[in-house]
């Protein structure tokens, strides 16, 4: 035991014992003074972000993206604070420099999914892609933007389910300007003193139950009198964007059956109509 201490103490003199511990001590001290202040920075700043900025995804953004660079000068600061304890201690970092590299390359093959998400996230926060409340189509899925992180990406589709996509597995995304996009629909309706309004309203209600294709109710509008064919009932249609199909294919057929299960058929050799309402405005004009 004597001959032990004996061997320490001449490989480590108190003096240099001594201005190591010291040493050791001060960067572990000024490593925890570093990483509060950034937190604080950071904290300030996501403080000033929510007052400044009106845009929820917008401030969204900068909160991402401040959080992030607040968490990499944390991982900076205790790597650079751990390398310098190693290397005043004296220790041969050389062989726990290559171990840490093997470890670090089997998890990087094992984690590729985990990286290659984030990249593709931060990009997207970056670029401001989309943003939360934008309605958007990731991967042919339909839906509002709830969350933007760095691994994945939050949407409520039209079924109110919410859906967690992988950013890096997100391959087209398109964002929509419009929440709704405007459709007319025309209802022929034949000779009579009858209001069709209450029929064609729970048809329309029942189709958007099913399909879920409407960004907001349908407004079923009074009914005209034409010169060509006796009546015709217009309704107003926003339409979720990317479901247009399932209403300008499916719309008109349920229409024209809920009025005969009414016992009012529209006339022989007319049809109910779904077109863009601006095309339509232009046919008119």
């Known amino acids: 035991m004597h001959s032990l201490w004996a061997a320490f103490a001449k490989q480590y003199p108190l003096e240099t014992l001594i201005s190591r511990t010291v040493g050791v001590l001060a960067v572990s001290v000024g490593a925890l003074v570093a990483s509060a202040l950034v937190g604080r920075a950071v904290r300030a700043a996501i403080a000033a972000s929510e007052r400044r900025l009106p845009d929820p995804a917008h401030r969204q953004r900068v909160i991402t ?79 509002a933007v709830e969350e933007v992180g760095l691994r994945v990406t939050k949407l409520r589709d039209p079924s109110g389910q919410l859906r967690f996509i992988p950013n890096g ?80 294919e499916k719309l008109p057929g349920r229409l024209t059956a809920a009025m005969a299960r009414a016992g009012r058929p529209i006339p022989e050799g007319t049809e109910v109509t779904v077109a863009l309402a601006h095309l339509q405005a232009g046919k008119q004009v």
């Open 65 to 143: 993206l401040l959080l992030l660079t607040g968490s990499i000068s944390r991982y900076i600061i205790v790597f650079f604070a751990a390398f310098y304890v190693l290397l005043n201690l004296g220790l041969n970092i050389g062989p726990l420099i290559m171990g840490v590299g093997i470890v670090g390359l089997a998890v990087g093959f094992g984690a590729q999914n985990l990286v290659r998400d984030v990249v593709s996230g931060f990009f997207i926060i970056l670029e401001g892609q989309y943003g939360v409340g934008d309605l958007v189509e990731i991967n042919g899925m339909f839906g």
């Open 169 to 248: 597995a997100i391959t087209q995304a398109n964002r929509f300007a419009e929440r709704g996009i405007a459709y007319t629909s025309a209802v022929p309706l034949a000779e009579g003193d009858y209001d069709p309004t209450e029929v064609v309203s729970q048809a329309l209600y029942d189709f958007d139950q099913e399909w879920h294709v409407f960004a907001a109710a349908p407004a079923v509008g009074s009914v005209q009198t034409l010169k060509s064919y006796a009546r015709l009932l217009p309704v107003s249609l926003s339409v979720i964007p990317g479901r247009h199909a399932l209403v300008t």
